[in-house]
């Protein structure tokens, strides 16, 4: 009985907080005030685009997109797909958490829409293990938590990128997601690249760019499976494009120029936002 509600309960803690972004409240709450974030205000955006850099260089971007659907007081749902960075995983993984913590409060995990979705997926699997040490959602769930404070999540991790892993997830949320898009907000947790090279990570950057604006999943796809763009989540947003959630709605950027930051082994990585209305 004690080991059933330690599960029920279990609580995945942060792994990049006081590294990527700040671990005291107070510092959190500073930052989205020079981000110029402000609860209720904001626009209608069924899904967003953010990146998941650290919060000095990426992370106005970041408020920039969730500013974007702020306005959508119907929200009670936050799926948001993030790439896992370690290159040995293969497939695509929900959370068996209870909740997730930020320095804001915990988020619950909506546990029936993940259940749905490995029912829906032949490839999904509900397995924390590749969510404990992985940044790419992590570092946006405080975004989460001060733009819609009531929400739940459901934590959407995939590992490198494959067609079938790509068709697999995108079928699944259109089966689950669609019934209750109106009380859904959709984010993708995205680097648009990342080079040794300066000018190649700005190009590549760039024709990611173009792509992201035209809904163009199948040129996309092909870009990122034969390695001539290098987005890092690009299979996810190829995934939220072929789902069919976002047909009608108009791809905006969040800001009129990219970020660019260097990594840890000296590579560029570029940044942007965008968001769907």
Same mark, same amino acid.
């Given at each position: 009985?004690?080991?059933?509600?330690?599960?029920?309960?279990?609580?995945?803690?942060?792994?990049?907080?006081?590294?990527?972004?700040?671990?005291?409240?107070?510092?959190?709450?500073?930052?989205?005030?020079?981000?110029?974030?402000?609860?209720?205000?904001?626009?209608?955006?069924?899904?967003?685009?953010?990146?998941?850099?650290?919060?000095?260089?990426?992370?106005?971007?970041?408020?920039?997109?969730?500013?974007?659907?702020?306005?959508?007081?119907?929200?009670?749902?936050?799926?948001?797909?993030?790439?896992?960075?370690?290159?040995?995983?293969?497939?695509?993984?929900?959370?068996?958490?209870?909740?997730?913590?930020?320095?804001?409060?915990?988020?619950?995990?909506?546990?029936?829409?993940?259940?749905?979705?490995?029912?829906?997926?032949?490839?999904?699997?509900? &397995? =924390?293990?590749?969510?404990?040490?992985?940044?790419?959602? @992590?570092? /946006?769930?405080? #975004?989460?938590?001060?733009?819609? *404070?009531?929400?739940?999540?459901?934590?959407?991790?995939?590992?490198?990128?494959?067609?079938?892993?790509?068709?697999?997830?995108?079928?699944?949320?259109?089966?689950?997601?669609?019934?209750?898009?109106?009380?859904?907000?959709?984010?993708?947790?995205?680097?648009?690249?990342?080079? &040794? =090279?300066?000018?190649?990570?700005?190009?590549?950057?760039? @024709?990611? /760019?173009?792509? #992201?604006?035209?809904?163009?999943? *199948?040129?996309?796809?092909?870009?990122?499976?034969?390695?001539?763009?290098?987005?890092?989540?690009?299979?996810?947003?190829?995934?939220?494009?072929?789902?069919?959630?976002?047909?009608?709605?108009?791809?905006?950027?969040?800001?009129?120029?990219?970020?660019?930051?260097?990594?840890?082994?000296?590579?560029?990585?570029?940044?942007?936002?965008?968001?769907?209305?």
């Amino acid at each position: 009985m004690e080991a059933v509600l330690a599960q029920k309960k279990r609580i995945r803690s942060p792994v990049v907080a006081g590294m990527y972004y700040p671990e005291e409240r107070n510092e959190i709450l500073d930052y989205f005030n020079s981000f110029g974030l402000a609860e209720g205000n904001g626009g209608l955006a069924r899904a967003i685009i953010a990146p998941h850099g650290a919060w000095d260089f990426s992370g106005e971007l970041a408020g920039k997109a969730f500013s974007a659907a702020m306005g959508r007081n119907s929200v009670k749902n936050v799926v948001i797909l993030g790439p896992i960075h370690d290159k040995r995983e293969k497939g695509i993984f929900l959370s068996n958490s209870h909740s997730f913590h930020t320095p804001l409060g915990n988020i619950p995990v909506d546990k029936q829409i993940s259940i749905e979705l490995k029912k829906h997926g032949k490839n999904i699997e509900i &397995n =924390d293990i590749p969510h404990l040490a992985e940044h790419s959602i @992590e570092i /946006l769930l405080p #975004f989460v938590k001060y733009c819609f *404070p009531q929400a739940s999540i459901v934590p959407i991790l995939m590992g490198q990128p494959e067609a079938e892993y790509i068709s697999d997830l995108a079928h699944a949320m259109k089966t689950v997601i669609t019934p209750i898009i109106n009380e859904t907000l959709l984010v993708v947790s995205c680097n648009l690249s990342c080079y &040794n =090279d300066t000018a190649t990570a700005r190009l590549s950057a760039e @024709e990611c /760019l173009r792509l #992201f604006s035209e809904k163009n999943a *199948p040129a996309l796809s092909s870009a990122i499976m034969d390695g001539s763009i290098n987005p890092c989540g690009g299979a996810l947003v190829v995934s939220l494009i072929e789902s069919g959630l976002l047909d009608g709605k108009h791809p905006r950027s969040a800001s009129k120029s990219m970020a660019s930051a260097v990594g840890i082994e000296n590579d560029t990585v570029f940044y942007s936002a965008f968001f769907f209305e």
